[in-house]
C-alpha cells in the first residue's frame, strides 16, 4: 500500500467493502463493485492457527473459526460486536450483489451458513447474544443482549433463502427460539426495507411444523477461553483468560471496571432475559463477578491518551493452562488463575489459584485449590452469585432449609471501586457470616430461575448479603463531555454469596455445586443423596464423579505423574471418562496447547478393542 494506507481486516474491511458498494452504486462504477465484493467475500474465510505453540507471543489472526470462535483485535472474543458488523455487512452486501456478476460464490455462502450455525447457533440464548462475547460493548447503555440479538435474527432471516437444506432445518428451529422468547421483536419491524423479515418472521412463528426446542449442548471454544453449556431449561456460560486471551478489553473510555470479566466468571441464563440487560454491568460490584476468585484492588485504566480517553486495565496472564474437554454432551473446564501480568496497570502479582468448572445434566460443579496470597493488604475472595433480586428485594434466601433474614444495604459501584472494598458506608463490602452451610436457595422471579448451591464439604467461610446497588453507565463508559448532559444513577437490587478467603491466604479452597430451577425441597432431597461426588481438589488434581451416568472429570494441573480413581496422567491434561455398559469413552486435551509430544493416559480397566478414534 501507498504510505498512509494500512490492512484492514474482518470487520473494519467490510465496512470499507460496504463504503465501495455505496460509491460504486452512486457513480455507477463496476471497478468499485469488484472490489466491494471481492473485498467483503474475502473475510468469508475461516481463520486457523498455524502453531498453537506460539499464541502467547503472537496473538490470533482476527476472523471466524470453524468451530465457532470469532477473534477481534488479536486477543479478544468478539462475536457478539465485532463479528455482528461482520454479518452485516456481509449479508447486506450479498443480498445487494445476489444474481449480480459481483455475487459470492458457492463456496463463500456455505461459510456464511457454517458462521450462523457453529457460532450464533450455539451463543444465543431465547433471543439473547451472550454477554461473555460482547467485549466492551457491554459498557454501552443502548446496545444490550437483546439488541444485538435482533440484529443476528434480522441477518439469519435474509439469508435463510440462500442456505442448504439440513442448515436451513437448524436455523429454523434456532429462530422458532428466539421469536418465542423475544416477542416484541416483529413490532420492532417498521422499516421498508424490514417488510419481508416480517412477514417470514411471522411465518416462522406460525408454523406448527418447526419446533422451538433447541438439543442440548456442550461446547468449548479453546482459542476463545469460553465455554458454553445449554440444556432444556437454562444456559451456562463460562468466562477465562490465559496468556492467549485478555482479561477483558478496555478501548476507547469503555468497560472501565471490566477487569474482571475473564476471571472464570459464570454467567446463568434461565427464563428471566433481563438478568444481564436491565442495568446490570452499571450496578453490579465489579470486584464480586459471579465465579471470579479476586481481591479488590482497583487495578485503574492508567491515565488519558491524546484522544482523551483511557486505554489500560485490560491484560493477558502468564498462565497457559486455559481450557478443558468435553465429551458426550459434558463438559469439563479449568483455569489456572494468576494476578500477575505485565501490563501498564499491574494487578496482584503473588494471587493464584486453581479453577475447575464440571458441566452435567442438572448442576455445574465449581473447585477451587492452591489459593494463595502474600504481601497484600486485600482480602481473597471468591464470588459463589452476585445476582438480580426484585424491585423490592423480597426474594425469599433459604439456609439449610431456614429462612434467612437478609435486609439490603445501601451500596454506591462508584465509592466500592474508590475504596477498594475497604470502604464502609455505601462503600462497604461487608456481608453476614454464615455458619456451617450445607446449602443456599434463593426464590427466583419464577420457578424456573430459582437457584440452589450445594456445598458438599459443609463450610464456615461463606458471608452474604443483599445489596441496593447505585450505579451510572458513566462509571464505565466515558464519552467526552457534552454539554447538559447529566449522570443517571440507576439502583439494582442483589444477592451476593462469596466465599471470604481471608487477607494472604494458604492453600485455601472451595467447592460447590450450582443447581439451577431447583425448588426449597429439591435442596433438601440433593443434600440426602446429592448425583456428584468430588473425588479431587488439590494443585495437581481436580476431579468430580457424575455418578448418576458414570461419568468421571479430571483436570491435571502438573507435568508429574498423579492418579485419581483408577485415571493416571503423567503430563498437565484435561480428561473425560464415560462408561456406558461395556463401551468405554475417553476425551483427552492438552489446555496449554503447547504440548509437542504426548500425553499418557492409564486407565484403570479392562478393555476389548477399539470402536473409533479421532
Not at 432471516?157 to 439440513?166: A, F, M, N, P, R
Not at 476468585?293 to 497457559?320: H, L, M, P, R, W
Not at 462408561?579 to 486407565?603: A, F
Request: with cysteine; glycine share 8%; net charge negative.
Amino acid at each position: 500500500h501507498v504510505k498512509g494506507y494500512r490492512m484492514q481486516y474482518a470487520a473494519n474491511r467490510v465496512d470499507n467493502s460496504v463504503t465501495a458498494m455505496g460509491l460504486g452504486l452512486l457513480l455507477e462504477d463496476n471497478e468499485f463493485m469488484y472490489l466491494a465484493s471481492l473485498a467483503s467475500s474475502s473475510v468469508l474465510e475461516f481463520a486457523s492457527v498455524k502453531d498453537s505453540t506460539l499464541l502467547a507471543r503472537d496473538g490470533l489472526e482476527n476472523g471466524f473459526y470453524k468451530d465457532g470462535s470469532y477473534i477481534d483485535h488479536s486477543r479478544t472474543p468478539y462475536a457478539g460486536s465485532y463479528g455482528v458488523v461482520v454479518l452485516e455487512g456481509i449479508v447486506n452486501i450479498s443480498s445487494i450483489l445476489a444474481g449480480s456478476p459481483w455475487k459470492f460464490d458457492a463456496e463463500k455462502t456455505e461459510i456464511l451458513e457454517t458462521i450462523f450455525v457453529n457460532t450464533y447457533g450455539i451463543s444465543m440464548y431465547k433471543g439473547l447474544m451472550l454477554e461473555m462475547l460482547r467485549g466492551r460493548a457491554v459498557a454501552r447503555e443502548n446496545v444490550t443482549g437483546k439488541t444485538i440479538g435482533r440484529q443476528i435474527m434480522t441477518y439469519v432471516i435474509k439469508t435463510l433463502d440462500s442456505v442448504g437444506e439440513e442448515q436451513k432445518a437448524i436455523l429454523l428451529n434456532c429462530l422458532k427460539n428466539w421469536l418465542s422468547a423475544d416477542a416484541e421483536y416483529i413490532s420492532t419491524l417498521k422499516e421498508l426495507n424490514e417488510i419481508f423479515v416480517k412477514q417470514k418472521a411471522q411465518e416462522i412463528l406460525n408454523n406448527s411444523s418447526i419446533s422451538a426446542d433447541l438439543p442440548s449442548v456442550h461446547k468449548n471454544f479453546p482459542l476463545m477461553d469460553r465455554v458454553i453449556h445449554r440444556t432444556k431449561d437454562w444456559l451456562f456460560g463460562l468466562s477465562m483468560y490465559s496468556e492467549r486471551i485478555l482479561n477483558t478489553e478496555i478501548m476507547n473510555g469503555e468497560n472501565l471496571y471490566g477487569w474482571h470479566q475473564g476471571d472464570g466468571m459464570t454467567y446463568l441464563y434461565g427464563k428471566d432475559n433481563t438478568q444481564y440487560t436491565d442495568n446490570f454491568w452499571n450496578t453490579v460490584n465489579p470486584f464480586r463477578l459471579p465465579g471470579t476468585t479476586t481481591v479488590s484492588k482497583n487495578i485503574g485504566n492508567g491515565v488519558k491518551d491524546s484522544s482523551g480517553f483511557f486505554q489500560d486495565g485490560d491484560y493477558t496472564s502468564k498462565e497457559a493452562w486455559v481450557g478443558g474437554s468435553m465429551l458426550s454432551g459434558y463438559g469439563i473446564n479449568g483455569m489456572s488463575l494468576s494476578g500477575e501480568n505485565e501490563s501498564k496497570t499491574p494487578y496482584e502479582p503473588n494471587l493464584k489459584a486453581l479453577k475447575s468448572y464440571f458441566m452435567f445434566d442438572d448442576e455445574i460443579v465449581c473447585l477451587g485449590a492452591g489459593i494463595n496470597d502474600s504481601g497484600s493488604k486485600y482480602t481473597t475472595e471468591t464470588t459463589v452469585e452476585n445476582r438480580k433480586l426484585d424491585e423490592t428485594a423480597s426474594n425469599q434466601i433459604t439456609l439449610n432449609g431456614n429462612k434467612l433474614e437478609l435486609n439490603p444495604v445501601s451500596v454506591n459501584v462508584a465509592d466500592i471501586v474508590k475504596e477498594e472494598g475497604l470502604g464502609t458506608g455505601i462503600a462497604s463490602m461487608a456481608g453476614t457470616d454464615l455458619n456451617d452451610t450445607r446449602w443456599v436457595h434463593m426464590d427466583g422471579a419464577n420457578l424456573d430461575d430459582s437457584i440452589g448451591w450445594y456445598f458438599p464439604n459443609g463450610t464456615n467461610k461463606l458471608k452474604a448479603r443483599k445489596v441496593a446497588s447505585t450505579g451510572d453507565w458513566g462509571n464505565i463508559k466515558v464519552d467526552k463531555p457534552k454539554a447538559g448532559v447529566q449522570p443517571k444513577p440507576v439502583m439494582k437490587n442483589y444477592f451476593e454469596l462469596w466465599f471470604d478467603h481471608g487477607n494472604n491466604p494458604q492453600n485455601a479452597e472451595y467447592s460447590y455445586v450450582i443447581l439451577p430451577g431447583k425448588t426449597v425441597e429439591d435442596m433438601r432431597n440433593y443434600e440426602k443423596n446429592p448425583s456428584v461426588e468430588i473425588l479431587a481438589n488439590t494443585t495437581d488434581v481436580q476431579a468430580v464423579n457424575y455418578k448418576s451416568k458414570n461419568v468421571i472429570g479430571a483436570n491435571f494441573w502438573q507435568d508429574k505423574i498423579a492418579s485419581v480413581s483408577g485415571i493416571t496422567c503423567n503430563k498437565k491434561a484435561s480428561i473425560m471418562v464415560k462408561q456406558t455398559g461395556d463401551t468405554l469413552e475417553i476425551g483427552v486435551s492438552d489446555p496449554t496447547m503447547k504440548n509437542t509430544e504426548t500425553i499418557e493416559v492409564e486407565i484403570d480397566k479392562e478393555f476389548g478393542g477399539l470402536v473409533n478414534a479421532d
